[in-house]
């Protein structure tokens, strides 16, 4: 089955055939601040990676629930024993 259609172009790509020196620029530009949105827009990136990082704990809460229970109470006793740690520094 053959589909003469041309493949879709990432937003960061400049597409292939452009013959004009100055659309060529422009496309150039286009993709390049594309690029930089991308990789320059930190909330965007953490905001993703913090979906992922919930998906993987639910993913792992649901396999194993035993485990999740015990990262829970490690979390916990880990953030008791450095508020622990700091008060007693501080009141030294």
Do not use: H, Q
Not at 61 to 84: D, E, K, Y
Request: hydrophobic share 50%; charged share 25%; net charge positive.
């Amino acid at each position: 089955m053959s589909v003469d259609r041309p493949l879709p172009v990432p937003r960061t790509a400049v597409p292939l055939g452009i013959s004009d020196p100055v659309e060529k620029a422009r496309a150039e530009l286009k993709a390049t601040l594309a690029a930089i949105e991308v990789k320059g827009n930190l909330p965007r990136r953490m905001g993703r990676a913090v979906d992922k990082g919930v998906a993987r704990v639910r993913e792992f809460r649901r396999t194993n629930p035993a485990g999740a229970a015990a990262a829970v109470v490690g979390a916990a006793a880990a953030t008791g024993l450095v508020v622990w740690a700091l008060v007693r520094a501080y009141t030294r």
